[in-house]
């Protein structure tokens, strides 16, 4: 705030400059792997070139190094790496709850989850890496989906099992609204086998919402830094793998003179309303966003002055989606609704405290509006 003397004798004027609202980021992952942070402290490190990742961890005993690099070589700016001691079930548990104070992210990859199967490759990493079954790899990757759905914040990009006689079977076991699964594997310079896709996928998330928006498919984009891929499938082959009746796997695909491509935007939900990872994404930072503008209304009165601020401040954010075009629609009318009023806050859940907003939103792909609603209590606000 500046002030200075006008001229009129006895008043000052205040220039009073307005605080930016906070920004809200988005295709920001969270990395867990195993590797040793060079300060012993078991907290995760937020990374904003890849050189960084040497000047926190002593060394990288998995993919996670690699997974890094291909986040940023694929226009990745920030990202958030927790080193885990231990490639477990329980270590992992015990990062993913650690992970939970971090509010910037809203993506989460674990590229240790997998581990390589090659004979040889084991034999020269035996001291760091060991063999998993692929029932132990399902596990830890149901894991990592409870964590997202209980967060409500977060997707997960997943890496299939790198053998292509596997992918129906591991597809079958994993749904989620909130995840996506990524096959096959990548050829880098910087190692002599394939490595999981997840960063490099996370990568092109990054890029894709910082060019487009969230709203935008991350697909038919080229992949930087790969050399190739660990097998190849055909547009039959894919098309097997994205049944209508579930969730799909998104595969990564040679073409000719237009290079290594991420060809496939489904995600493990068999509801069709969440299919696509565009528009799933959409509804995950619809929330962020309530929980970041309007988080100090929770304790204001259920009245109609609290309705009022909620259908305003909920409709501009809605109409700026429906500008970028994340909505469809001819008109805002079209693309999406508020509602908030006397009837969706009956005095029954005004006595028990609790304020009721309803939205619908029309993303680009579905032909009608998803629903959701907005539920504050005392112990905060919930999309849902």
Avoid at 18 to 32: I, K, Q, S
Avoid at 197 to 218: F, L
Avoid at 242 to 268: D, E, P, Y
Avoid at 282 to 303: C, H, K, Q, S, Y
Wanted: aromatic share 8%; charged share 20%; net charge negative.
């Amino acid at each position: 705030m500046q002030t200075r003397e006008s001229n009129i004798p006895g008043i000052s004027l205040e220039y009073v400059v307005p605080t930016p609202d906070p920004e809200l980021l988005t295709g920001v992952p969270v990395f867990f792997g195993l590797a040793s942070p060079k300060q012993g402290v078991k907290q995760p490190k937020k990374l904003t070139l890849a050189t960084h990742f040497q000047q926190y961890f002593d060394s990288a005993k998995g993919y996670l190094a690699d997974t890094v690099t291909g986040f940023f070589e694929n226009g990745g700016r920030i990202c958030y790496v927790m080193g885990l001691s231990e490639n477990t079930f329980k270590a992992l548990k015990a990062g993913l709850e650690v992970s939970e104070v971090l509010e910037d992210i809203d993506l989460v990859c674990v590229p240790d989850i997998m581990l390589p199967s090659d004979a040889e490759v084991i034999a020269m990493q035996q001291a760091v890496l060991q063999l998993r079954s692929d029932a132990e790899v399902i596990a830890m990757q149901q894991a990592v989906l409870q964590h997202c759905e209980r967060m409500g914040d977060r997707f997960a990009i997943l890496d299939a099992l790198n053998d292509p006689q596997k992918l129906p079977g591991q597809r079958q076991q994993l749904i989620s609204r909130n995840a996506a699964l990524y096959a096959p594997w990548l050829k880098v310079e910087s190692r002599p086998h394939p490595i999981p896709p997840s960063g490099h996928i996370a990568g092109i998330y990054a890029s894709c919402d910082r060019t487009v928006g969230v709203h935008g498919a991350p697909a038919n984009i080229p992949l930087t830094g790969v050399l190739d891929l660990s097998f190849s499938l055909t547009s039959t082959e894919q098309e097997q793998l994205n049944l209508a009746t579930g969730g799909g796997v998104n595969c990564i695909r040679s073409f000719q003179g237009r290079g290594m491509r991420v060809w496939g935007v489904r995600t493990l939900s068999p509801i069709p309303e969440w299919q696509y990872v565009n528009v799933r994404r959409i509804f995950i930072t619809f929330g962020r966003w309530v929980n970041m503008n309007l988080a100090d209304t929770v304790f204001e009165p259920n009245a109609f002055p609290l309705w009022v601020r909620l259908q305003r401040e909920l409709s501009v954010y809605c109409e700026s989606l429906w500008q970028q075009g994340a909505l469809q629609g001819a008109s805002p009318q079209e693309a999406y609704y508020v509602k908030c009023d006397a009837e969706t806050n009956p005095p029954q859940n005004r006595d028990i405290g609790k304020v009721i907003a309803e939205i619908g939103l029309s993303p680009t792909v579905p032909g009608e509006f998803i629903q959701l609603l907005l539920v504050q209590s005392n112990s905060g606000i919930t999309v849902t």
